[in-house]
């Protein structure tokens, strides 16, 4: 069965700081795929970034990055120089690759609030 | 900007009555998501469905719940004699069809939030 952790139930920092939010995955497929999504006060979900399995490179989007790990199953996330509309809360998911069958299931963690205050 | 569309985002229900969650995909998208997040934790997996077809129902509950894709108009997911357990935020999410999702995410929309007193 597929699984997610994210062991960080809440965070806080001061605006500037950097933080990293820790998510590990279990999995037997050998193909799927990783997300993060940003979860603001006001409650919709905000795609932030999906990974497939087999392509390990970090990735970096402004003040945004990724590290993925397939040795230690796991998929942090990096906020540099935090903001206060960082605020909210992150959720990591993992979803199976099914070819062409456009399926999507996804797989929550239970998600880290992170609070950045000014 | 025609994204995943919910309604309503707020619905409040007594014990007992139907609540009716509508979710119209991106245009084009013919495969519908419903997840379900409760107070502080995150999403669960209910249903997935294409068009006219449920596809995996794994995650409803085995009563009470129902979920639809017509061939046209929403996708309605439906909560019949809503009891105080049921209050959470349902999110709908949608891709495109086959053979094109490999290369997206899943869209999802602003959530309905449904209380039940």
């Known amino acids: 069965a597929q699984k997610v952790t994210q062991a960080q139930t809440e965070i806080s920092v001061v605006e500037k700081e950097d933080v990293t939010l820790d998510c590990v995955y279990e999995?037997?497929?050998?193909?799927?795929?990783l997300f993060w999504y940003k979860q603001p006060p006001s409650g919709e979900l905000v795609f932030l970034i999906r990974r497939n399995s087999f392509d390990e490179q970090n990735e970096i989007s402004g003040r945004y990055s990724w590290n993925f790990q397939k040795s230690t199953s796991s998929f942090n996330f990096t906020i540099t120089a935090s903001q206060v509309v960082d605020s909210a809360v992150y959720f990591c998911a993992l979803s199976e690759a099914r070819g062409n069958t456009g399926f999507q299931k996804l797989v929550f963690g239970t998600g880290t609030r992170l609070l950045v205050s000014p | 900007n025609a994204g995943v569309m919910q309604n309503p985002r707020h619905l409040v229900r007594r014990r007992g009555q139907e609540a009716r969650l509508r979710c119209s995909p991106v245009k084009g998208h013919s495969h519908v998501y419903w997840y379900r997040q409760l107070p502080e934790e995150g999403l669960k997996f209910m249903v997935y469905?294409?068009?006219?077809?449920?596809?995996?129902e794994s995650g409803m509950p085995k009563e009470r719940f129902s979920a639809e894709f017509p061939k046209e108009g929403p996708s309605i997911l439906r909560i019949q004699q809503v009891v105080r357990g049921d209050s959470a935020a349902y999110f709908c999410?949608?891709?495109?069809?086959?053979?094109?999702?490999?290369?997206?995410?899943?869209?999802f929309g602003q959530g309905t939030r449904l209380t039940v007193v």
């Open positions: 999995t037997r497929d050998t193909t799927y795929y």
């Open positions: 469905l294409q068009k006219e077809n449920i596809i995996d």
């Open positions: 999410a949608s891709s495109p069809r086959q053979g094109d999702s490999m290369n997206t995410e899943a869209f």
